[in-house]
């Protein structure tokens, strides 16, 4: 029976009397992207440095590829890649020396001149490290991670600084190497890239997974009627006009432009959610629309759509800043 890429169980992670990872459990499969999502300070960041070695746990068991990351180090490096979000590449190297360098440290690697024009860097291939921009820097640190044709991948913000062409060429980047059998874990603060690379999720909060499952099973596809009104919206008014089997909720503000002469008006994106069952049918939305209408309320953007990954986070982890 093949082993997962990764497998933590009860993880502890300490830094004096501050407990980073307080029992965490997850796997990653081998041929799957598995994201790591939780707030800043959730752990994320220790979970993944014990898992790729740089760090020893305190507490629990971590396997990747069958071994432990820390007394099996030199077994495991020839076969996983780790793409640091601060680089880790010597500031005067010049990229295309440094991706040969580290590709003649792999028995097969990728022809390191074929990854350069992949990811737009054939160009900047004589600019020393520090004179790259934010993105280049970040596309050859993933160039790097992948060069030696891992088996497995961390991959930390991959897509941090990018432009949407450099996002989009990553992504698919990330789809082919979980398509030819890598495993890849990835740590991501943009929601819309989890759900859209992920097969499965992980989400992590003060140390410990509080929810695990392939993005679909997490937002359980059901559906919300949306609309942005006054922030003084009556919920409780409207809640009580709708069917029992749906509440009504403040998603946050959201600001509407000016009209002339006038200040802007605080705006709120609120969230009519049905029961799986239910659905948000063409009643539902009637009967918001009545009820707006018979109470003054202009409500805008109105549309039906299926709750996202944000949303679930949300849900979660909380609101507050961190």
């Known amino acids: 029976m093949e082993t997962a890429a990764v497998e933590a169980t009860d993880l502890v992670k300490r830094y004096g009397a501050t407990t980073a ?22 752990g994320k960041t220790s979970t ?18 069958g071994m432990d990351p820390a007394a099996d180090a ?5 076969r996983v890649g780790v793409m640091l979000q601060s680089g880790g590449v010597p500031t005067g190297a010049r990229a295309g020396e ?7 440290f792999h028995a097969r690697p990728v022809p390191p001149g074929a990854l350069l024009e992949r990811l737009g860097l054939l160009s ?29 991948v961390f991959l930390d913000e991959p897509t941090a600084g990018l432009d949407p062409q450099a996002r989009h060429a990553t992504w698919d980047l990330i789809a082919e190497l979980r398509d030819s059998g890598v495993g890849v874990v990835l740590t991501t603060h943009y929601m819309e890239e989890a759900e859209r690379l992920a097969d499965h999720v992980v989400i992590i909060d003060h140390g410990r997974t509080v929810a695990a499952d392939a993005p679909g099973e997490l937002t359980d596809s059901r559906q919300e009627l949306r609309f942005r009104a006054d922030a003084g919206l009556d919920t409780a008014a409207l809640g009580a006009a709708l069917p029992a089997s749906t509440r009504i909720e403040r998603r946050g503000e959201n600001g ?7 200040a802007a008006a605080p705006r709120t994106e609120y969230a009519v959610t049905a029961e ?25 953007g109105l549309r039906v759509q299926r709750r996202s990954l944000e949303d679930v986070f949300l849900e979660l982890t909380g609101r507050d800043l961190r």
Do not use: H, I, M, Y
């Not at 997850?26 to 994201?35: E, H, I, K, L, Q």
């Not at 014990?50 to 590829?65: I, K, N, P, Y």
């Not at 030199?74 to 020839?78: H, R, V």
């Open 21 to 42: 990872v307080a029992g965490l459990t997850f796997s990653a499969a081998r041929g799957a992207v598995t994201a790591l999502l939780g707030p800043n300070g959730a």
């Open 48 to 65: 993944v440095e014990t898992c790729e070695g740089f760090r020893r746990a305190d507490a629990g068991r971590v396997r990747v590829l």
């Open 74 to 78: 030199a077994a495991l490096k020839p």
């Open 98 to 104: 440094w991706l040969r360098l580290v590709a003649s």
């Open 124 to 152: 900047a291939a004589a600019t020393p490290f520090r004179r790259l921009s934010g993105g280049q820097q970040q596309r050859l640190s993933l160039a790097a991670a992948v060069v030696g044709r891992p088996e497995l």
């Open 256 to 262: 509407r432009e000016p009209g002339e002469g006038r």
């Open 276 to 300: 799986a069952c239910d659905g948000v049918g063409p009643e539902l939305v009637a009967t918001v629309g009545t009820w707006c209408a018979a109470n003054g309320v202009s409500p805008e």
